[in-house]
C-alpha cells in the first residue's frame, strides 16, 4: 500500500506556517461552521493565503506556481476557455500538453468544480495550484478587472452542456428512471447539494412551478432563490432525489421522506428528504443536517454569562422538567442537544425519544418514534421509564397523554427535557393546563421554561457603524438616546464572505424563566399568561426582546433583525 497522505494541519506544523495550538483552534472553529481548515487558519490571521496553497501543494503532490511570475505570465492562454469560466471560479489556463488543458486553481478539494470543467471543456485536467489571492490579482490586473457574477447564473450551464440537455430531453419519453440515471442529471444534483453545503445553507427547496422548477437554499433562516431549471428537466431532477432518498419514484401521489448521507471533506453529512405532491409537480425539500451543529457549546448558542449560569444550574438539578419552547426552526433541538453533550458521562444513563431522530449521539440510547405501529412518545416514555435512566428527552410534548407521563417521570425522580410550541416561555404553562393536564402538577414538576429563537448575526467582514439608525427600530427595540451615546450601533453592509446578505451565521435570544412559589401559585390557580408573564420579569427574566438589545448594543446583530424576530408590536403598521 502507498504511503497515507499528510493531513493539511501537520504540512502547516512542520513548515512552522502556524502552530500545533493554532491547528487544534482552527479545526474547532472549522468544525462548528462546517468549513474547511485551511479557510479558517486564513480567516483567523494564523496562516497567509500562500502557506496554505503550498501546504495543499505538498499534500496533494501537485505544482505551485505564482501566476504574477514572468516566467509563468508567459505560458499563460486565457482564449483556451471561456471568459466567464476564468471569472467565476477563479481559474488560468497554462496550455495543453498531450491533449490535457494544465489548468490555475486555487481548490484541489473542489473536485467538482473540476469534473464541471471536464465536462464543458471536453477535455481532461491537470490541475496546478496557486494562492485565489494571487490568480485574482492577475485577472484584476491583466484582464481589465473582476466582474461582478450574476447569483442567478444558471446551475445547469455550469454542470450541463447544452448537447446534452437535448438528449436529456428526449429520454423524457423513454423512462424516468432512465433519466434520472444520466450522467448529467447526476452531477447537476449532486453539485446542487454541495454547493448548498458549501454556502451553509440548512435546506434546499426544489419547487415546481408552471414554466420552470425553482431552487431555492435557506440560509440562516432566510431563503434565496439560486436558480430556475428548465421544466423538460423536472422529472429527471426530481427522480434523480428520490432515488438518492430511497424513494419510490414511481409514487408521485402521496408524500414521501427519505435520507441521504453523502461525504464531505472528512465527515458524512445527513438529509433528510420529504417529497410532497403539489399542483404542478412534487415539491422537495432536503434538509441538512450537520454533525457538529448541536455540538458548539452552551458558549456558543447565544447565552448572556446570567442566563449561562443559571442554565448550567438547571440541567444539573436531580429531577423536574425543563422545557425549551419556540416555533419550528428556532434551534430547540440544538439546545437541548447541547445540553445532552455536557451532561453526557458514563455515570448517566440518558434516554431519548425522538420523530425523526435527526442527529446520531454515541452513548445516548435514542429511540425512534414510530406512530405507524403504535410506537407513539407515550409508549416509548413509559418503556424508558423501566430502563432506569438519569435523564430522559422527548422531542415534544403533543398531547394531554405525553405530558402526563413526563411529568409522572418527573415527580419520580427523573430529569426530563422537552419541547413544546408556544410564542413565549410563560405560555408553557397555559398550554399544559390547556392541554388537560391537572395545574397542581404543572406546578409542581415543571422547574424552568426557555423560550428561544434565531437571530442573524452582523458579518465581521463588512459591518460598519450606523451613525443614524432608523428611529422605528430604536423605538421597537427600547433602545434609548442613552445607550446610543455609550455604544456603538452596527448595520449590515454584504460582501463576498456572506453572499451579500450582511449577516453570516445566526446566535439564539433567551427568555428563562425559573418557576418559583409565586410562580408556582400562579400556574395553581391557572392565573392568565399575563399575570405569569409579570411574576416572571418582576422575578428577573429578561424578555426575548430585551436579550436581542443586549445583542445590538453589543454588536452582534441590527436593531431590524431583532425587530423582525422578536416579533414586536408596532413592526410593519399602516403609516410606518
Known sequence: MGKSRKRLGEILVETGAVTEKQVLEGLKAARAEGRKLGEMLIEQGSAKDEQVVQALASQFRLPYVDPMDDSVQAKIDTKLIPEELIRKHMVLPIGKERGRLKLVVHDPKDLEMLDMLRFRLNTEVDPILASKGRIKVYIDQ??????????????????????????????????????????????????????????????????????????????????????????????????????MAGMNISEKRVPQDGRIKLPYEDYFIDFRVSACPAYHGESIVLRILRPDSVRIGLENLGFEADNLEIFNKIIRRPNGIFLVTGPTGSGKTTTLYSALDVLNRPDKKIITAEDPIEYAFAGINQCQVRESIGLSFARVLRSMLRQAPNIILVGEIRDKEVAEVAIQAALTGHLVFSTLHTNDAPSAITRLIDMGVKPFLVASSIQAVMGQRLIRVLCENCREADPNPDPKFLRLTDISREEMATNTIYKPIGCEQCNGAGYRGRKAIFELMTLNSEIRDLAFNTAPVEQIRKAAISSGMRSLLEDGKLKILKGVTSPAEVARIAQVEGLGEPGE
Do not use: W
Not at 150 to 161: G, K, M, R
Not at 229 to 238: G, I, Y
Open 142 to 243: 491583466k484582464m481589465g478587472g473582476t466582474r461582478m457574477v450574476d447569483t442567478s447564473e444558471s446551475l445547469v450551464t455550469d454542470s450541463i452542456d447544452r448537447s446534452v440537455d437535448r438528449s436529456v430531453d428526449k429520454s423524457m419519453d423513454a423512462s424516468i428512471d432512465q433519466a434520472a440515471e444520466s450522467a448529467p442529471i447526476i452531477k447537476l444534483c449532486t453539485r446542487i447539494i454541495l454547493e448548498a453545503v458549501k454556502m451553509r445553507a440548512s435546506d434546499i427547496h426544489v419547487e415546481p412551478m408552471m414554466d420552470r422548477v425553482r431552487l431555492r437554499y435557506r440560509i440562516d433562516g432566510v431563503c434565496i432563490e439560486r436558480d430556475n431549471l428548465p421544466k423538460r428537466m423536472q422529472n429527471a431532477v426530481l427522480a434523480r432525489f428520490k432515488l
